[in-house]
């Protein structure tokens, strides 16, 4: 198991930028898939953003492609989400999240979640 803690989170008019940090703890950070989650309210959680542990397979919901970056820092123990081009429909809670083996950028049960950090894109 990790531990995952989210930072970077807060209020921004659209059109702007945020960068998302995860800093994960356990020594086996590099052998895990990262992900992104977000959850507005009223709706279900979905798929944001991942990462393979080698960091060559890199995955987006159609939604954030070519405004959203996911990268990751294996000497800090660390997964970003760069937001740019904010808009309102971005607000959420958004959630890191990791998961051993290959991406699997469907279900909850089989990863390790973090507390999540509430992004607010103003309009």
């Known amino acids: 198991q990790v531990q995952l803690v989210e930072s970077g989170g807060g209020l921004v008019q659209a059109g702007g930028s945020l960068r998302l940090s995860c800093a994960a703890s356990?020594?086996?950070?590099?052998?895990?898939?990262m992900y992104w989650f977000r959850q507005a309210p009223g709706k279900e959680r979905e798929f944001v953003a991942a990462?393979?542990?080698?960091?060559?397979?890199?995955y987006y919901a159609d939604s954030v492609k070519g405004r959203f970056t996911i990268s990751r820092d294996g000497a800090k123990n660390t997964v970003y989400l760069q937001m740019n081009s904010l808009k309102s429909e971005d607000t959420a809670v958004y959630y890191c999240?990791?998961?051993?083996?290959?991406?699997?950028?469907?279900?909850?049960?089989?990863?390790?979640w973090g507390q999540g950090t509430q992004v607010t894109v103003s309009s």
């Open positions: 999240a990791a998961s051993s083996g290959p991406v699997r950028t469907s279900g909850y049960q089989d990863k390790d």
């Open positions: 990462i393979s542990w080698r960091g060559t397979g890199i």
């Open positions: 356990g020594r086996t950070f590099s052998s895990y898939a």
